[in-house]
Structure formats: C-alpha cells, structure tokens
C-alpha cells in the first residue's frame, strides 16, 4: 500500500464519451504527476503540477485536461479520445522539489487501465 | 538530453538463485539520482532502490543491491535468493539533480526487463 490511490481501475470509453480518472495521495505529499504507460514505450510523462500548480505540460492533447483542486487530489478529464490514446494512466506523487530534499523518488498509485473504442 | 537503456527485455531466474538486471544511461550532468522501480503484474509501481550520484557507496536493501559504475554509467540491480514475488517488470529511471525548472522534476525511464522467476 503506498498512499496513493487510483480509480476507476479500467475504464472503456467510446470516442465520443467524457470521462475522468481521480487520483488521491494520502502521504502529505505536495506534488503530483499523470504518466501514460504504453506497450513497448517508456513512460511518458504528461502532467506535474506542483503546490497546485500546473508546471509541466509536455506537449499533450488537449484532449486530455487535468484538474489539481487541491495537493491530495488529481483528475485527468478525458474527451473525445483516440483509440490510440488507450493505456495504462500512472499518478504519483512526491515531495516538492526543493533545494534541501535528497528523496526525489515518486510514489505512484495502481493505475487506470484505459481502453478507447 | 539524458536517456537510460535497459538492454534485457526480458530475463529468468530460478528460484533462490541470483540474477542481475542491466541498466546503462547517458549523461553529461555529474550530479544526479537512480533508480529501480519494479511493477508487478498488479500494476503498482513500487521503488525498490535507489542510488545518488555523489555516494560511491553502492546501495543496498535487503536482498536488492545495486552495481554503480558511474565512469561507465552503469547502474545494474542484483536480486539475490530470488523469490517467486520477484516476478515483475523492472524499471531503471535517471533524474537529475539541478536546481530549476523542469530539470529535477522529471524521471527518464527504461523500457523495463520483465523477469520471471522459475520454481
């Protein structure tokens, strides 16, 4: 059990649903990241948000929105996707980086395997 | 740009015995952390260890251990007196160690080795 906590655990949607994935860290953590975990791909990186804020967006669809309301709860919203867009989805979370933190590992939460049809 | 290579797509052990898990990475910073992270087939991706740059000292819990050549950038995982919990996919990850923004925040990753663990 790490802390952090991931639903729904599979998901299939149409192309033309809406949907979100909610993550939820119970470790006192201040940042929190989406990754996309692809077959035969490392993990990609797609959001950080760190005390709430959005600080990292790399270059991701807008197809997919994410929501940080508070330091404990994640949402990526989901809309009109692709099949290709079908994955496993990873949160984490992590201390904030800082000049004084030597921890720098990410605890990540069971996932949400995403299937697009 | 840094990248980390895991080189074993996939690897066996029997049972009880000990395998070691290649990883190499590439980077022109002399300051960073690694890590290995396994992901069995629940899904939850869990840190089994990880190394800083500046340490010599090669890292150790329980019955994980890493190699460290930092002139070589090599950074291997040895599992000894293996178990049947071991089977798993295991990745290597890089972060940097700079201060600002985006450099520490992100993980690069491996393409992971997915071991089996044989009774």
């Known amino acids: 059990e790490t802390g952090v906590t991931q639903t729904p655990r599979h998901l299939v949607m149409g192309m033309t649903n809406k949907k979100s994935l909610k993550c939820e860290q119970h470790?006192?953590?201040?940042?929190m990241y989406w990754y996309k975990q692809s077959a035969k791909k490392p993990l990609e990186l797609m959001f950080v948000?760190?005390?709430?804020?959005?600080?990292e967006n790399n270059s991701v669809p807008s197809r997919f929105s994410p929501e940080c309301p508070n330091s404990s709860h994640l949402f990526l919203h989901l809309h009109t996707l692709q099949p290709e867009d079908s994955a496993l989805y990873l949160c984490?979370?992590?201390?904030?980086?800082?000049?004084?933190?030597?921890?720098?590992?990410?605890?990540f939460g069971p996932g949400t395997r995403l299937t697009v049809t | 740009a840094q990248t980390v290579t895991q080189s074993q797509p996939e690897m066996s052990v029997q049972e009880a015995e000990t395998v070691t898990l290649s990883c190499t990475y590439d980077t022109s910073e002399s300051d960073y952390y690694l890590f290995w992270y396994k992901q069995p087939p629940s899904r939850q991706m869990i840190l089994v260890i990880r190394q800083e740059a500046y340490k010599q000292q090669n890292a150790t819990e329980n019955r994980f251990s890493v190699n460290f050549q930092k002139a070589a950038k090599s950074f291997s995982l040895k599992i000894s007196d293996s178990q049947l919990g071991d089977a798993a996919m295991y990745f290597c990850a890089y972060r940097s160690a700079l201060i600002g923004a985006g450099n520490n925040r992100k993980l690069i990753w491996g393409l992971g080795t997915s071991l089996a663990v044989n009774p």
């Open positions: 948000y760190s005390l709430e804020e959005r600080v």
């Open positions: 470790l006192g953590h201040n940042a």
């Open positions: 984490a979370s992590g201390p904030r980086c800082s000049a004084g933190g030597l921890n720098y590992e990410q605890y």
